[in-house]
């Protein structure tokens, strides 16, 4: 049984193995991170803020981050009784876990843990969120510095400011209004110190610290150049506990102006917009940062950031509420909560419904132009059917069709006169074929059941032999007709009779063949004649020159020394002797290389390359590997000539400087491929030319 479980287990363990991904990388390094927010777990800033943090931390490649998620609740629980009961409850909680590093969210839980647990978690690096640029100074300033970074908040008062004064230029008194609690202190003394450079143009009017019920009533009654500015009420003068943006809704709908903030989280509940804290972004600029800190850099070296933390946002009802113009707004700012139109909430319904109706519309249109189509296909039809059968009757050709299912098939007179059938009878497609020529009535008969089975068009030409022993040339063209399923059910088509066209062709063939023999006899003369002239001229010409060359050297020698100006022009005399030799011999060889018929093609070649490439500096190549050393006389007469008129043509029009020939030995044959480097030719345009090279290239092969 033992033996049995093992090997149970073992499978077991493979299958696991074997269901791991392929792509699986190497296991993530765990850390675990503290997460102290100042407020509840409902308040909306650290919701979008622990969602910035864990969309950064999820993406990232390295570290498995564990968040432990901690709220102080200082706003419904303030006070340093408080504040001692929950530091003994988190030292007891995470007594027994390395905590790698502490996010803090608001600088009340900055607070908590430098000065109410600064034992618990020593130099454990610390990433304080959402801080005042004052409290951050006093962070780099503390004791605990070399471990603590963070990102600012509040920044972005002075663009808010610009904003109100941009959209609403009459804007010349500002309502402060915010809590008591420790958060909406922070916020309260940004917007008094970012107030002080706007002392000249906005007038503060303080509603801070006033119990709800004096807010409401406050604020109800502010002069039309005013606006509002909501930090946060989390607890108001009475000691009462809000949540900030259900204080900041009930604040919106009984002001007589404009209500503005400074965080993205209070859009759609009550402020107008401008430029916004983003909490989302703050988290995860925070995230970042601790992700650069458990990557070995040191807190200290990371300076706070926060400063691209913001949105430009607008609430499209409250600019609706207020008359607030788009176009007054900065460029690219977002406008959210529009209000869709009738068009924009219904479109797919009235798209839908119009569709219908112009669908049935088209319908009943199509149906009533389809019927005068229909009239007028029949009457077309008919003048169709009368012009058809006149042009067949004045071009000579017989119509017919062949019924697939049936075989008959329904001809012309002109067609039942063709292929020498009775009138009036009724005929098959065998009726047909047994007039064709046996060695043509197979490719017929198999040319109909192609086009019957692919629908394509058949043309064919073939003989008949008629009743009278004559023999004719037909050519005829069919097209299948599809039914209604889309098969053929029938084979139209025409017949015209060709023989005095066949009887022309092949006359010009015999003509092309007579005169293709001509110029073969032709040129075997004209090769003979230059054999002839190039024996003559090697045997006797350049003789006659070598020995009047022989006598000037002699003459020249047998000279006193006192006639050195003679003996200079017969040294000149000589050596024209020598050049006009050397240019017969060199005659002699092109009009019939006597090599090729000593040495054979390759050596032939070989030498009229050398010549070539002294001659012009072209760079010639050749490739003769595997030739046969021995080729039939005529075939070796004929390569060669192509290759001496292709090097000329090459030196006269390519301008290459490269060029190459390659003679292959095939089984059946010999193969010659002439290519240069240079400029190339259209082939049609040079048939247009009087040039006769290629012309006689052709002839020769």
Not at 139 to 152: E, V, W
Not at 160 to 186: H, K
Not at 271 to 292: D, H, K, N, P, T
Not at 460 to 474: C, F, N, S, T, V
């Amino acid at each position: 049984m033992m033996p049995t479980l093992r090997l149970i287990s073992a499978g077991l363990l493979l299958l696991l193995s074997l269901s791991q991904p392929a792509w699986a990388g190497p296991p993530k390094e765990a850390k675990h991170v503290l997460v102290l927010h100042s407020e509840e777990k409902a308040h909306p800033a650290h919701e979008l803020t622990d969602q910035g943090m864990r969309s950064v931390f999820s993406s990232n490649p390295r570290f498995d981050i564990h968040l432990y998620d901690e709220y102080l609740d200082v706003s419904r629980f303030p006070g340093p009784a408080k504040a001692r009961v929950l530091a003994d409850y988190l030292h007891r909680k995470y007594a027994a876990m390395k905590i790698d590093a502490i996010i803090t969210v608001y600088p009340a839980a900055a607070d908590f843990i430098l000065r109410q647990v600064p034992d618990f978690f020593p130099d454990t690096p610390i990433v304080a969120n959402e801080v005042t640029k004052a409290y951050a100074e006093s962070l780099k300033n503390s004791p605990q510095a070399r471990s603590i970074t963070g990102t600012i908040v509040g920044e972005n008062a002075f663009g808010l400011l610009d904003s109100i004064l941009r959209i609403r230029p009459s804007t010349q008194q500002v309502a402060l209004v915010s809590g008591t609690a420790d958060n909406d202190i922070y916020g309260t003394q940004v917007f008094i110190q970012s107030l002080e450079k706007y002392q000249n143009k906005l007038q503060l009017i303080d509603l801070t610290q006033l119990s709800m019920e004096e807010t409401l009533t406050r604020v109800a009654a502010l002069p039309v150049d005013a606006a509002v500015l909501y930090e946060s009420i989390a607890r108001d003068g009475k000691d009462q506990t809000f949540v900030p943006r259900e204080a900041l809704a009930a604040i919106s709908r009984v002001s007589s102006v404009p209500v503005f903030g400074l965080y993205d989280s209070y859009l759609g509940h009550g402020i107008v917009g401008g430029r916004l804290v983003s909490w989302e972004r703050q988290g995860g600029e925070a995230a970042e940062m601790m992700l650069r800190i458990l990557s070995g850099e040191p807190p200290a070296s990371i300076p706070f950031g926060g400063e691209e933390a913001y949105v430009d946002a607008y609430d499209w009802r409250e600019l609706r509420r207020w008359n607030i113009s788009g176009s007054a707004l900065p460029p690219a700012s977002e406008i959210r909560y529009r209000v869709p139109s009738l068009w924009e909430e219904h479109k797919m319904e009235i798209i839908g419904g119009m569709a219908l109706i112009i669908f049935q519309a088209a319908l009943i249109f199509g149906l009533l132009v389809n019927m005068r189509k229909r009239r007028l296909a029949e009457k077309s039809l008919a003048e169709s059917e009368t012009r058809l059968s006149l042009s067949a009757e004045s071009a000579d050709a017989g119509m017919w069709g062949i019924e697939v299912n049936k075989s008959q098939v329904w001809t012309t007179d002109k067609t039942r006169e063709l292929f020498g059938l009775p009138k009036h009878t009724t005929l098959h497609l065998d009726d047909f074929l047994r007039r064709v020529h046996p060695e043509d009535r197979e490719r017929l008969s198999g040319a109909i059941q192609k086009a019957l089975q692919s629908g394509k068009d058949a043309v064919e030409e073939y003989r008949i032999q008629r009743a009278d022993g004559g023999l004719r040339w037909l050519a005829s063209r069919g097209r299948p007709q599809p039914a209604g399923s889309g098969q053929p059910m029938r084979l139209m088509g025409v017949t015209v009779d060709i023989t005095d066209r066949k009887q022309g062709e092949e006359l010009l063939r015999q003509n092309q063949q007579d005169l293709s023999r001509l110029a073969g006899r032709i040129i075997s003369a004209q090769e003979e004649e230059l054999r002839r002239l190039s024996r003559e001229i090697h045997d006797d010409l350049t003789q006659r020159l070598a020995a009047l060359a022989l006598d000037a050297a002699l003459i020249e020698k047998q000279l006193p020394p006192s006639q050195a100006r003679t003996v200079e022009e017969l040294k000149s005399l000589r050596t024209n002797l020598s050049e006009v030799s050397d240019e017969v011999h060199d005659l002699s060889r092109r009009l019939h290389p006597s090599i090729l018929d000593d040495l054979g093609l390759v050596q032939a070649v070989q030498a009229e390359s050398a010549a070539f490439i002294n001659k012009t500096g072209i760079d010639l190549s050749i490739t003769t590997d595997g030739f046969p050393d021995s080729v039939p006389q005529q075939l070796a007469l004929c390569v060669y000539r192509v290759i001496q008129e292709s090097l000329q043509n090459i030196a006269k029009h390519s301008g290459a400087k490269a060029a190459s020939i390659t003679l292959q030995n095939l089984s059946n044959g010999i193969r010659l491929l002439i290519e240069d480097k240079g400029v190339g030719f259209d082939p049609e345009e040079v048939r247009k030319k009087t040039g006769i090279g290629l012309s006689s290239m052709r002839e020769r092969v």
